[in-house]
């Protein structure tokens, strides 16, 4: 079924009063119900408990492997804390035996922090109504990581141009959201194996990527207090409540992005035949 008659059915459903009647009424109510039959809450839940235990390691393990600790300076600016303080005194990493350990410690975390791309593939998946992939896709998930784990510590570079003098904090921000649209993009590319048109992907990543990049700033005021009196309360367990916390936010931006293009590409406004591009727009479903 097209985008156009799918967006036809909902035009004669009896959703009631100003929804039904007028044509702004339709697509919130579209909106509403695509955020409702996602289940946004339970899969922002499940993506920010993968996010925590997949994708916080991967940024970790590369920073201590490879000497490149924007990762971690990512993380101070956010929440307000130093990794540092949470390192362990006594660990001796010119130890050969330590570094033998940390290769194969890398190489399992990688290959575990995929459950992270899966997660985010079922919520694409279960959005744009895609079939699940399977173990020959795996390097789709690989690569998903990889992307969204650098990416933190790209944003984290972009941080540096508020140094740029009069122009420094419009660039800082143009450089985050560039970094983010590239980044969510190339991930519903993947993990939707090229399924949708290159508007809907590009969409996707941008109102994800405006999204994000609100989220982080707010997190940058809110953040530090937050953590610092989690952190002299609870200790470590109240530093870990916090990112999840936070990363549950950014969970809803991710699902919730994805789940208001696909209700706008089901639209019957201008937005819709833009989404759906020049074609007509068939359902992702029937180019797979």
Do not use: C
């Not at 998903?144 to 570079?157: C, D, E, N, P, Y």
């Not at 970094?179 to 994800?208: D, M, S």
Request: overall charge neutral.
């Amino acid at each position: 079924m097209s985008l156009a008659q799918r967006a036809a059915e909902f035009r004669t459903a009896a959703v009631g009063g100003w929804l039904r009647d007028t044509r702004p009424g339709r697509t919130v109510a579209r909106v509403v119900h695509g955020l409702v039959e996602i289940q946004l809450v339970d899969r922002a839940l499940a993506l920010a408990a993968q996010m925590f235990t997949s994708v916080l390691p991967v940024i970790i393990a590369a920073s201590v492997f490879s000497g490149w600790h924007t990762g971690a300076e990512t993380i101070s600016d956010q929440f307000g804390f130093s990794t540092g303080t949470l390192a362990a005194p006594d660990a001796d990493t010119s130890d050969p035996s330590f570094a033998a350990f940390g290769v194969v410690g890398l190489l399992m975390v990688v290959l575990s922090g995929t459950s992270f791309a899966r997660a985010l593939g079922r919520v694409y998946g279960a959005v744009w109504q895609v079939p699940s992939m399977g173990p020959r896709d795996a390097w789709r998930w690989l690569a998903a990581l990889l992307a969204v784990a650098l990416s933190v510590g790209l944003v984290g570079q972009t941080r540096d141009l508020s140094h740029v003098h009069y122009v420094g904090f419009p660039l800082a921000v143009i450089g985050e959201l560039v970094v983010w649209t590239l980044v969510w993009t190339f991930a519903a590319f993947l993990l939707t194996k090229g399924a949708l048109t290159g508007r809907l992907l590009w969409v996707t990543g941008a109102l994800t990527a405006i999204g994000l990049t609100a989220v982080h700033a707010a997190g940058r005021v809110a953040l530090p207090r937050i953590t610092a009196n989690a952190q002299q309360h609870f200790g470590s367990l109240g530093l870990a409540f916090t990112s999840v916390s936070w990363l549950f936010v950014m969970s809803i931006v991710i699902v919730g992005s994805a789940a208001i293009v696909r209700a706008f590409a089901d639209d019957e406004t201008f937005i819709d035949r833009f989404l759906r591009g020049p074609d007509g727009g068939a359902d992702v479903s029937d180019r797979l």
